[in-house]
């Protein structure tokens, strides 16, 4: 790792954890928003009407292809709102919370809720980490040079040119979430396996159905193909500044649970406009410190969070969005290199 992981002297009053989180919780930043949620909720959920309505207005016209573009937008705001949801941001109780994720996740957009959070889990545990991050382990992409010169198949292709083809790959990464949660159905430990069976195919009969009914064929492949394209690209853009391009953990080296979150994550700057786009998202340090705090606070708990790293001497990364994602790709560039040697 690049960044300094060193821990400071230890202090009678706990870890250095223990101490912002005393500090948060003295804030009331920990507090659900309920007023707020409910807003949001129903926001999203009329924009959510409003784009199916406007599909069955516009009919078969390629000014469809509008409407796809804008309900993609839609259905990563479902996406986001199911984020919160899961890391119980919204509810305390556990059912109210798997209730309502099933709900948006699996018959909202098609995404297997319970697959995700299981997954996501363990990435909040370890983010990075080779060894124990899913987020990191090598698909189509490798992270680190480690993983280069150990690719075979695919990812020993792809490696060479990755950086080049990870916006383009992002457009595929909506059916990938579709085909994941199917696939996830045939483990048997997974919760509510036949709940979330029903909601999936539920799902994607009535989504297939609709579009078959309304547009003509042809019509209506390409509108799935624009949905679901710019639906991978926008989640994939939210996601891709939190910690591409960041310190990559393996082995025992494990930093304490504070530097673990703050030294592997990446905040984007920006406004009430990048706090909408990228869903709360763009605090990704505050966020991985207390993934149950509210989105809405994270700007606040922010600025306490930041003084507090720089009086530890932690490395605390703000950047912006488009800089992020030139980080990032830098990184996958630097990542594909033994393959580009032939090694």
């Known amino acids: 790792m690049s960044a300094d992981t060193s821990a400071p002297p230890v202090r009678a009053d706990g870890s250095d954890f223990a101490r912002l989180s005393r500090t948060i919780a003295e804030t009331g930043l920990m507090a659900r928003r309920p007023g707020y949620y409910i807003l949001r909720f129903v926001a999203v959920g009329a924009l959510y009407a409003g784009g199916w309505t406007a599909f069955a207005l516009v009919g078969p016209s390629w000014w469809t292809l509008v409407v796809a573009a804008f309900l993609a ?45 299981d997954k996501h889990t363990r990435h909040h545990a370890n983010p990075n980490h080779a060894d124990l991050d899913p987020d990191v382990t090598p698909d189509l992409l490798v992270w680190s040079q480690d993983q280069a010169r150990a690719a075979k198949g695919l990812p020993r292709v792809i490696g060479r040119s990755q950086a080049y083809l990870f916006f383009p790959l992002l457009t595929l990464e909506g059916f990938n979430l579709h085909v994941a949660g199917v696939r996830a159905l045939a ?80 905040n984007v700057r920006g406004g009430w406009f990048t706090d909408l786009v990228l869903g709360g998202l763009n605090y990704q340090i505050e966020h991985h410190l207390f993934p149950s705090m509210p989105s809405p606070h994270l700007r606040k708990a922010q600025v306490l969070v930041r003084r507090y790293c720089e009086d530890l001497g932690v490395v605390y990364l703000e950047t912006g969005l488009i800089t992020s994602y030139r980080q990032a790709l830098t990184s996958l560039h630097r990542a594909g290199a033994p393959l580009r040697a032939g090694g």
Not at 87 to 103: D, N, P
Not at 192 to 204: D, M, N, P, S, V
Not at 215 to 236: D, N, R, S, T
């Open 187 to 266: 483990d048997r430990s997974l919760r509510k396996r036949t709940l979330e069976g029903t909601l999936l195919i539920a799902h994607f009969v009535v989504y297939t159905a609709v579009l078959f009914l309304v547009l003509p064929p042809g019509m209506a492949v390409a509108f799935l193909a624009v949905h679901q394209c710019l639906f991978g690209v926008y989640l994939g853009s939210i996601f891709a500044p939190n910690h591409k391009g960041m310190p990559i953990l393996t082995g025992k080296d494990r930093p304490d649970f504070l530097r673990r979150q703050v030294l592997t994550s990446r």
């Open 73 to 117: 937008v839609v259905y990563g705001q479902v996406a986001m709102l199911a984020h919160d949801v899961a890391h119980r941001q919204v509810f305390r109780l556990r059912r109210a919370a798997e209730v309502t994720g099933r709900i948006a996740g699996n018959a909202g957009i098609g995404m297997g809720y319970g697959r995700w959070q």
